[in-house]
């Protein structure tokens, strides 16, 4: 962006959100703020412009730098699901492709704004993590970095086990068995001292925070990709914008040989819907879905050949393509869309005198990395203080992993 | 309407920060896997490499994940049912070579330098018992001092501080508005830093002996790769001498030492022997310290112990150190460690290898630098 850019990206937001307005879409008050690289990176990295620092967001901040500086990809924006809504734009982007990504965050702020999943969301996530982050600030004040990390890295290997549907209702506590390991380990863990306590609650929050993201990644991102798409279209674009945006549109919705590309698919998915049933039905399905209900409910065969999705699978030493039926690559996105990707896990109490944590894998045919097993245990059992186990399916076989402090004990059940 | 902001953010380095922390721990990691490190093969043949993939679990964050592997995925693009689209890497897992292709990439590597190998390594390594002996020829050091501002020199080195500060001087003296001229440029100059180097000469000995097995000479070879890096790392210089043997011994050039592969019968004693005879001719002790480090697998003449005993016990007094590292994969005791365990001399210093993953164990031994030592792991 050069200087006289400014004057062109204020003028095209006031015109870009009129427009969507009148083409019905609602976001939050917005908030763009132009940042350097790095710092867009950074807060990519953190997952939040206020979050407390962790090595591993380091690691991310890093890989992903790399890939910007390699030249093997990058990212064009942040927006945080927040009222007002904030986005970062990349001020080494072309005013161009700032345009384009207004366009595409107003997608994303209408998403957060009207999509159920997002309807309990702490919209003033910003504040809340910035307090967290200094709380934890203090605690390395007091108890030293070292011991700090060791929770985090304890509470983080088990983030994804939140139940984010006790959102918006009062927790039922009379159950013995609870998805929300982190809330289970929070209420009943004799271990945790009240700092680390406040940690490990601090890492729940936020994940209950990014859960419905999780739940609508190709719902989200297609929303917004389809509404940037129709929003530049209705600009009047000179010669080199118009190839340029072509370019960008292509960039983006590069297809990927082992992954999908949500912003592809989602886009794809959204045009058949507004093809099928028309306009309105657009509004009503972004209130209503998420990727699994969305998925199951909308993919159909055209979809599929249009973005030439396939299942692959492992044969001997190479991934091999397996089929390339709807209703089959449809199954098999809703499995693994499903809990947002992630293994469920339930979590109980054995009685005294053991206090075993019990944590049982709700299996359905996806079965657990062992090694990534017994190096997690140990994690949970730093959080729990007593010993620590989980019952999985491997080979067909019920087994349990143990771990008592000392070494993670496999046997069959 | 929106609002568009542009704040400063040039004081933001919490990316950088967290990222050294990540560094930081990728380093402690690597110390904790030394030992796994530096037997790898293609470090040892890395040549001038100075990157290298080092395997870091630990770095992989833990999770309760689903095993890639065993799964089904989907993807995009052209291609009938059956149609390959990758190779998966042998064993469990993928691991790809290419960022991003790979599916379920699992990043277990990182990348280090071969200096941050050697820094992790190094740090704690000395030449034992190293005194300060008069040398008689002062070793010119690498260090350059810039002691002087001259104004004459060559532009790589123009001082701009002072540079300036004579152009604004001049320039306010003159009442004239500041500028930079040729007479207001200031040069560092530098000399060489000498200081007299403390003579040390060590030698490599190292049994080529038909009864040394591919892998007990891979383990010799590594123990004196990574004590060479080691030496040039902390030292200045220092003297090095290569000898083999087998029932005969000979000195070596580095190269030849490093490739010589012979059979044969071993007579252990006729390492020291020789070394005895170079030191004779050119090692004064009163000059020099004397290391001597020995590598061999145990499997003397069993005629030959006794010898090999009486010699190290009479060079003893000579050298500062006589290392003896056996390299034996079943953690047998032989007679000739036996022989080097009772002579109870200070300056020797022995331990076995059972394989190259104990290379870091006997570098730790014979280069610890604390005087009151045990003599053996």
Redesign the interface.
């Known amino acids: 962006m050069k200087p006289r850019d400014?004057e062109r990206?204020?003028q095209t937001?006031?015109w870009m959100?009129r427009e969507a307005r009148a083409m019905g879409l609602d976001f939050f008050?917005?908030?763009?703020?132009?940042?350097?690289t790095?710092?867009v990176?950074?807060i990519a990295?953190?997952g939040m412009p206020t979050r407390y620092?962790?090595?591993?967001?380091?690691?991310q901040?890093?890989?992903q730098?790399l890939?910007f500086d390699l030249g093997?990809?990058r990212i064009y924006e942040l927006v945080v699901n927040s009222d007002p809504c904030y986005a970062f734009l990349l001020?080494g982007n072309t005013v161009l492709q700032n345009e384009m990504i207004v366009a595409h965050v107003l997608g994303h702020s209408d998403f957060f704004r009207h999509n159920c999943r997002f309807q309990y969301t702490n919209r003033s996530m910003v504040d809340s993590m910035a307090a967290a982050a200094q709380r934890i600030r203090r605690y390395e004040e007091s108890f030293g970095i070292d011991r700090v990390e060791e929770v985090l890295?304890a509470a983080?290997?088990?983030q994804?086990?939140v139940d984010a549907s006790i959102l918006g209702r009062k927790p039922n506590e009379d159950g013995a068995v609870f998805k929300d390991l982190l809330g289970f380990i929070v209420h009943h863990s004799r271990q945790l001292e009240d700092w680390e306590r406040d940690i490990v609650a601090s890492v729940r929050e936020e994940m209950l925070y990014f859960w419905p993201q999780l739940e609508t990644k190709v719902m989200n991102e297609g929303w917004a990709t389809y509404w940037h798409t129709k929003l530049m279209q209705a600009r009047d674009l000179s010669g080199q914008d118009a190839v340029d945006f072509a370019q960008l549109t292509a960039s983006v919705a590069q297809?990927?040989?082992?992954?999908?590309?949500p912003y592809?698919?989602g886009l794809v998915i959204w045009q058949d819907i507004e093809r099928r049933y028309g306009r309105d039905k657009l509004f009503e399905v972004r209130e209503c879905d998420s990727d699994v209900s969305f998925l199951r409910n909308y993919l159909n065969q055209d979809i599929v050949d249009e973005?030439?999705?396939?299942?692959?699978?492992?044969r001997g030493?190479?991934?091999?393509?397996?089929?390339?039926d709807a209703a089959v690559?449809r199954d098999?996105?809703v499995q693994?869309r499903t809990n947002a990707g992630?293994?469920v896990?339930h979590a109980s109490e054995e009685a005294e005198p053991s206090g075993r944590l019990l944590i049982s894998?709700a299996y359905e045919g996806?079965?657990?990395?062992?090694?990534?097993?017994e190096?997690?245990l140990p994690?949970v059992y730093r959080l729990w203080g007593r010993p620590v186990s989980?019952k999985t399916v491997l080979n067909g076989h019920a087994v349990e992993f143990a771990y008592d402090g000392t070494a993670t004990q496999r046997k069959a059940v | 309407m929106g609002f568009l902001i542009q704040d400063d953010w040039s004081l933001d380095r919490r990316g950088q920060r967290a990222q050294a922390r990540h560094r930081e721990k990728v380093k402690q990691s690597l110390r904790d896997n030394l030992a796994d490190i530096i037997s790898q093969e293609d470090l040892i043949l890395s040549n001038g490499q100075r990157t290298i993939r080092v395997p870091v679990q630990q770095l992989d964050e833990p999770h309760f994940r689903y095993d890639y592997s065993r799964q089904q995925h989907v993807g995009q693009g052209p291609g009938n049912k059956g149609q390959t689209i990758g190779r998966a890497a042998p064993g469990t897992g993928v691991t790809g070579t290419t960022a991003g292709e790979d599916p379920g990439q699992q990043v277990l590597e990182a990348q280090v330098t071969l200096d941050e190998v050697e820094e992790a390594l190094f740090a704690d390594l000395r030449l034992p018992h190293l005194k300060d002996k008069p040398q008689p020829k002062p070793v010119v050091a690498d260090a350059i001092d810039f002691t002087d501002i001259r104004s004459k020199g060559i532009r790589a080195n123009i001082d701009r501080k002072r540079t300036f500060m004579e152009a604004l001087r001049r320039s306010q003296s003159a009442h004239k508005p500041f500028q930079i001229t040729e007479d207001d440029l200031r040069f560092k100059t530098w000399q060489d830093t000498v200081i007299p180097d403390v003579g040390a000469v060590v030698f490599a000995m190292m049994d080529i002996s038909g009864s040394m097995g591919m892998a007990e000479k891979y383990t010799a070879r590594t123990f004196f790769f990574w004590m060479e890096k080691f030496l040039e790392k902390q030292y200045a210089h220092v003297d090095m001498r290569y000898i083999v043997h087998h029932t005969e011994a000979y000195e070596t050039s580095k190269d030849a030492f490093y490739r010589t592969r012979e059979s044969g019968g071993t007579r252990c004693s006729t390492a020291f022997d020789t070394a005895k005879a170079v030191i004779q001719a050119s090692y004064p002790p009163d000059l020099w310290n004397i290391y001597l480090v020995y590598v061999g697998d145990g499997d003397n003449m069993w005629s030959d112990n006794e010898t090999t005993g009486a010699l190290v016990q009479e060079l003893s007094p000579l050298a500062s150190l006589i290392a003896y590292l056996e390299v034996n994969p079943y953690n047998r005791i032989t007679t000739l460690s036996r022989t080097i365990a009772s002579l109870n001399v200070p300056q020797v210093r022995w331990t076995t290898a059972a394989d190259h993953r104990d290379v870091l164990k006997a570098l730790r031994l014979f280069f610890h630098p604390n005087q009151e030592e045990v003599h053996r792991a």
Do not use: A
């Not at chain 1, 008050?29 to 350097?36: A, F, L, N, Q, T």
């Not at chain 1, 297809?255 to 590309?261: A, E, H, I, L």
């Not at chain 1, 973005?307 to 492992?314: M, Q, S, T």
């Not at chain 1, 030493?317 to 390339?324: D, G």
């Open positions: 400014y990206l204020e937001i006031e959100e008050d917005m908030r763009y703020e132009i940042c350097p790095d710092v990176y950074t990295g953190f620092s962790h090595w591993s967001f380091g690691k901040y890093y890989r730098k890939d093997v990809s001020e890295d983080l290997s088990v994804e086990h297809p990927n040989r082992f992954n999908f590309n592809n698919v973005c030439d999705l396939y299942v692959y699978g492992r030493s190479e991934w091999v393509v397996i089929e390339r690559i098999l996105l693994q992630f293994p896990l894998h996806q079965e657990l990395d062992v090694k990534y097993i190096r997690t994690m989980l």
